[in-house]
């Protein structure tokens, strides 16, 4: 039985035309199939699934329906799992197995989810090519000689190549929204703040957000709900109300939006990127949405900014990873600050020591001032921009990446490069926006992302939008190799 | 971007870089210095420092002890651990 959304899936397991146990079975068999090729798992967890397919069977023959009972999820690798290994993509926590569960896992575990394994991501989620892996590069199923985009590559790819329905991200600079936009998929990074940090393997705290990867926007909805709301265990999550986003969609108010695209967003895009973003902005206009030019002058310095906060950041959360308490061990140290220096330099890989250096230096005697107050100043420059926008739209789009995917090893050699494939996305996270990359179509056969940003705490509009124009494209439907 | 601030910058992060990697390293940092130095000229004069995107207060929780945490499944790595203490090398020699 072939299924297209996650809310097929539901409906089908709420009427029994399939059990949990038969639906995880055939996706586990899908992933053994294609997972050789794509590697998009770093750990598979089949008891784990199994198991828990076995108990909301049981639960469902008793009448008893969870929210998202029996619905197979792919875990991003930075999420703690209770018993289970999650590395973030490092040699430096290949050893660790959790002794607890992130929220969001928890969240979704206790919605009736069946965690099919933990995906594979750019180390420590600090790439854009999911290539920083120590486990190695996940494919794009669209052609494999090319990158998924990352940090999320694993759950993004395992989506695209439908061998699971839906999984989990994280987002510190586009980590969510590149690789849904290069995989054409959807992937939405909420609101900082609108889902819980706890447990999800810090990388930059200011900037990181859970998010969602999905083949279309109403599935998006559907999961939000399940993931979002504040907790105690993080102060930084907010306790705005959760709304029925998936009902907010469907709702029979059609809103006439009034939508802006950045000129920033659009001066330097290639022909080819531009028409396939303009044919999308003329189908906004079909539904009824009015387009005005908006102005983010600052936005252009949004990718320098990021590489001081988010290194800054970085360098200070990543200090926890001495050797002593979890995590990779040094075996050629004969003191304490031996212990700590080997278990980090072989723990590390180069992307990841790159980036502590930088915001070492940042944040070193003498440089604060220069850099990182700096960059927080031009943060706050950029987030005034998108204030200012947002008095005179409903929301912002543009395409998500300046182009398709590029091919694997093509910019491992050039950090800059690689650096500047999240020109459009960083600035959301710099200002704590929510965003959502869905399919607009294709260039050369590979996918392209048209990018919707939000208000804070708008993602019910994002949504709405994104699930209006699914309704009149197609793009969002189309698999690799069909 | 020279050898002296390479070596400070590892000893204060606590990383050693193999000499061979040592070229390609500081180039790398001259362009990401490079790349960063574009915010020089932004005028942020009365600008306020941005440390999180969110103006809200952040929520305390009830001050009240909770006893969550087992010992020994936090220290489930027996090879660094003993009778709930970590072992280390020698400190002072």
Same mark, same amino acid.
């Given at each position: 039985?072939?299924? !297209?959304?996650?809310?097929?899936?539901?409906?089908?397991?709420?009427?029994?035309?399939?059990?949990?146990?038969?639906?995880?079975?055939?996706?586990?068999?899908?992933?053994?199939?294609?997972?050789?090729?794509?590697?998009?798992? @770093?750990?598979?967890?089949?008891?784990?699934?199994?198991?828990?397919?076995?108990?909301?069977?049981? $639960? @469902?023959?008793? !009448?008893?329906?969870?929210?998202?009972?029996?619905?197979?999820?792919?875990?991003?690798?930075?999420?703690?799992?209770?018993?289970?290994?999650?590395?973030?993509?490092?040699?430096? &926590?290949?050893?660790?197995?959790?002794?607890?569960?992130?929220?969001?896992?928890?969240?979704?575990?206790?919605?009736?989810?069946?965690? &099919?394994?933990?995906?594979?991501?750019?180390?420590?989620?600090?790439?854009?090519?999911?290539?920083?892996?120590?486990?190695?590069?996940?494919?794009?199923?669209?052609?494999?000689?090319?990158?998924?985009?990352?940090?999320?590559?694993?759950?993004?790819?395992?989506?695209?190549? #439908?061998?699971?329905?839906?999984?989990?991200?994280?987002?510190?600079?586009?980590?969510?929204?590149?690789?849904?936009?290069?995989?054409?998929?959807?992937?939405?990074?909420?609101?900082?703040? #609108?889902?819980?940090?706890?447990?999800? +393997?810090?990388?930059?705290?200011?900037?990181?957000?859970?998010?969602?990867?999905?083949?279309?926007?109403?599935?998006?909805? +559907?999961?939000?709900?399940?993931?979002?709301?504040?907790?105690?265990?993080?102060?930084?999550?907010?306790?705005?109300?959760?709304?029925?986003?998936?009902?907010?969609?469907?709702?029979?108010?059609?809103?006439?939006?009034? @939508?802006?695209?950045?000129?920033?967003?659009?001066?330097?895009?290639?022909?080819?990127?531009?028409?396939?973003?303009?044919?999308?902005?003329?189908?906004? $206009?079909?539904?009824?949405?009015?387009?005005?030019?908006?102005?983010?002058?600052?936005?252009?310095?949004?990718?320098?900014?990021?590489? =001081?906060?988010?290194?800054?950041?970085?360098?200070?959360?990543?200090?926890?990873?001495?050797?002593?308490?979890?995590?990779?061990?040094?075996?050629?140290?004969?003191?304490?600050?031996?212990?700590? #220096?080997?278990?980090?330099?072989?723990?590390?890989?180069?992307?990841?020591?790159?980036?502590?250096?930088?915001?070492?230096?940042?944040?070193?005697?003498?440089?604060?001032?220069?850099?990182?107050?700096?960059?927080?100043?031009?943060?706050?420059?950029?987030?005034?921009?998108?204030?200012?926008?947002?008095?005179?739209?409903?929301?912002? @789009?543009?395409?998500?990446?300046?182009?398709?995917?590029?091919? +694997?090893?093509?910019?491992?050699?050039?950090?800059?490069?690689?650096?500047?494939?999240? =020109?459009?996305?960083?600035?959301?996270?710099?200002?704590?926006?929510?965003?959502?990359?869905?399919?607009?179509?294709?260039?050369?056969?590979?996918?392209?992302?048209?990018?919707?940003?939000?208000?804070?705490?708008?993602?019910?509009?994002?949504?709405?939008?994104?699930?209006?124009?699914?309704? $009149?494209?197609?793009?969002?439907?189309?698999?690799?190799?069909? | 971007?020279? *050898? /002296?601030?390479?070596? *400070?910058?590892?000893?204060?992060?606590?990383?050693?870089?193999?000499?061979?990697?040592?070229?390609?390293?500081?180039?790398?940092?001259?362009?990401?210095?490079?790349?960063?130095?574009?915010?020089?000229?932004?005028?942020?004069?009365?600008?306020?420092?941005?440390?999180?995107?969110?103006?809200? /207060?952040?929520?305390?929780?009830?001050? *009240?002890?909770?006893?969550?945490?087992?010992?020994?499944? /936090?220290?489930?790595?027996?090879? *660094?651990?003993?009778?709930?203490?970590?072992?280390?090398?020698?400190?002072?020699?």
């Amino acid at each position: 039985m072939e299924f !297209k959304s996650v809310k097929e899936i539901l409906t089908a397991i709420k009427n029994k035309h399939i059990s949990v146990v038969e639906l995880t079975t055939s996706y586990l068999n899908k992933i053994m199939q294609h997972d050789d090729e794509l590697n998009c798992f @770093i750990t598979m967890t089949e008891e784990f699934a199994l198991n828990k397919a076995k108990e909301i069977d049981k $639960e @469902i023959a008793k !009448k008893k329906f969870r929210e998202l009972a029996g619905l197979p999820i792919a875990q991003k690798d930075i999420f703690c799992t209770k018993g289970v290994k999650t590395s973030c993509g490092s040699k430096m &926590l290949d050893n660790f197995i959790s002794p607890y569960d992130a929220t969001v896992i928890e969240k979704l575990n206790d919605a009736g989810t069946i965690m &099919l394994g933990k995906t594979n991501m750019d180390e420590f989620a600090m790439g854009s090519s999911n290539e920083t892996s120590f486990y190695g590069p996940v494919k794009n199923p669209w052609d494999t000689e090319y990158v998924p985009g990352g940090s999320s590559g694993g759950s993004a790819s395992a989506v695209a190549a #439908r061998i699971s329905p839906c999984s989990t991200g994280t987002d510190t600079g586009g980590s969510i929204r590149q690789p849904a936009s290069l995989c054409g998929i959807c992937g939405l990074k909420p609101t900082y703040g #609108r889902v819980s940090r706890f447990g999800m +393997i810090a990388f930059a705290s200011s900037l990181d957000q859970a998010g969602l990867f999905t083949t279309d926007a109403l599935d998006a909805a +559907i999961l939000l709900k399940e993931i979002s709301g504040h907790d105690e265990k993080d102060s930084t999550s907010s306790s705005v109300e959760v709304p029925d986003y998936h009902a907010y969609c469907l709702d029979d108010v059609k809103p006439n939006y009034t @939508i802006g695209i950045p000129e920033e967003f659009t001066k330097d895009l290639n022909e080819d990127v531009k028409k396939v973003f303009y044919d999308s902005v003329k189908t906004l $206009e079909k539904m009824g949405c009015k387009i005005k030019t908006v102005n983010l002058k600052y936005t252009g310095l949004g990718v320098s900014a990021y590489q =001081v906060v988010a290194p800054a950041e970085c360098s200070s959360n990543l200090s926890r990873f001495d050797g002593v308490r979890f995590g990779h061990r040094s075996g050629h140290a004969s003191n304490l600050e031996d212990l700590y #220096r080997e278990s980090r330099s072989e723990g590390f890989g180069k992307e990841v020591k790159r980036r502590i250096l930088v915001g070492t230096y940042a944040l070193s005697a003498g440089y604060y001032d220069a850099y990182y107050l700096k960059a927080q100043k031009v943060r706050n420059l950029i987030a005034n921009d998108f204030r200012n926008a947002f008095n005179k739209v409903d929301l912002i @789009i543009g395409p998500t990446t300046p182009d398709k995917a590029f091919k +694997i090893g093509e910019k491992m050699n050039d950090p800059i490069a690689m650096y500047l494939s999240d =020109v459009y996305t960083v600035s959301t996270n710099l200002a704590g926006l929510p965003a959502m990359s869905i399919p607009m179509g294709f260039k050369d056969n590979m996918p392209l992302g048209l990018q919707i940003i939000g208000k804070h705490f708008d993602e019910k509009n994002i949504l709405k939008l994104s699930y209006l124009y699914q309704k $009149e494209t197609e793009w969002h439907k189309k698999e690799p190799g069909k | 971007m020279d *050898k /002296n601030t390479i070596n *400070k910058l590892t000893h204060l992060s606590k990383l050693s870089i193999p000499d061979s990697d040592i070229d390609e390293l500081t180039s790398n940092l001259e362009n990401i210095l490079e790349l960063i130095s574009e915010i020089d000229a932004a005028p942020t004069n009365g600008m306020e420092p941005m440390a999180h995107p969110l103006d809200f /207060n952040q929520p305390l929780r009830e001050d *009240k002890s909770i006893k969550d945490i087992n010992r020994s499944e /936090n220290q489930n790595d027996t090879s *660094k651990t003993k009778d709930g203490y970590y072992i280390v090398p020698r400190i002072i020699d």
